[in-house]
């Protein structure tokens, strides 16, 4: 099992964005289109970090863990899904155990936002509810920290500010390359115009 870390959005990324947007939508029905788009936004701003584990150069599972909120060093785990067939092998707890240990920082603690059932899932990764932020009936937040971080400090907001565009779909289709590309190649382009005009 191997996990590897990307701080910022790279063109061979986009399929596995787009496969754990449709893992989580099958499971909580959050819509593809946001959980795409507030990966690639957050990426493109390096404000997160995405997570692939590989098992014989195989993708398994999938991760998102964005900065901020409380602190810079402070995360929250945004994403997490394990592909169906490599479920209920105790993969996904192991896959968060070796994540909190490479990109936690227990002072600072890391939150999520979960389904109820889910309690027990993270309780035993050393999570624990914290009580005074439902955010709807059947879901809880949970806090993982070594020292009594100062909760109401946190800026829940801060995840949702992110602003997600109407539609990604010719992004994660392939039929566009993701902007930072694109404007690297013109700015590159437009650099070599002036350096042959220049020249000349
Ligand atoms: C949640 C998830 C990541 C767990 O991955 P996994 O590799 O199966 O996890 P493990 O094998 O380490 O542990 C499985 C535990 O999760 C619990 N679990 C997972 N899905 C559950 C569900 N829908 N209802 C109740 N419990 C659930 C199992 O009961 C099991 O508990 P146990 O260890 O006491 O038997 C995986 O089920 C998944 O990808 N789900 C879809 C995406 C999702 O819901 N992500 C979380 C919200 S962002």
């Given at each position: 099992m191997e996990i590897v870390y990307y701080e910022k959005l790279q063109q061979k990324l986009i399929p596995s964005i787009y496969e754990l947007a449709c893992m989580i939508e099958e499971s909580i029905h959050e819509p593809v289109n946001i959980t795409f788009g507030k990966i690639y936004e957050l990426l493109v701003r390096k404000k997160g970090i995405f997570f692939i584990c590989y098992v014989n150069k195989e993708e398994i599972s999938f991760g998102f863990l964005s900065n901020g909120g409380y602190n810079k060093k402070h995360k929250r785990l945004m994403f997490f899904a394990v592909k169906k067939d490599y479920r209920n092998q105790s993969l996904g707890k192991n896959i968060l155990r070796k994540v909190i240990k490479d990109k936690i920082y227990l002072d600072s603690g890391c939150m999520l936002a979960c389904k109820a059932y889910l309690e027990k899932f993270y309780g035993e990764l050393g999570f624990k509810v914290y009580n005074k932020v439902h955010t709807s009936k059947d879901e809880i937040t949970m806090l993982l920290s070594?020292?009594?971080?100062?909760?109401?400090?946190?800026?829940?907001g801060f995840y949702n500010d992110v602003e997600v565009r109407e539609d990604y779909s010719k992004i994660y289709e392939g039929t566009t390359v993701y902007n930072n590309v694109l404007y690297k190649n013109i700015f590159l382009g437009l650099l070599f115009l002036i350096l042959l005009l220049w020249i000349y």
């Open positions: 070594s020292t009594d971080c100062n909760i109401e400090k946190v800026n829940f």
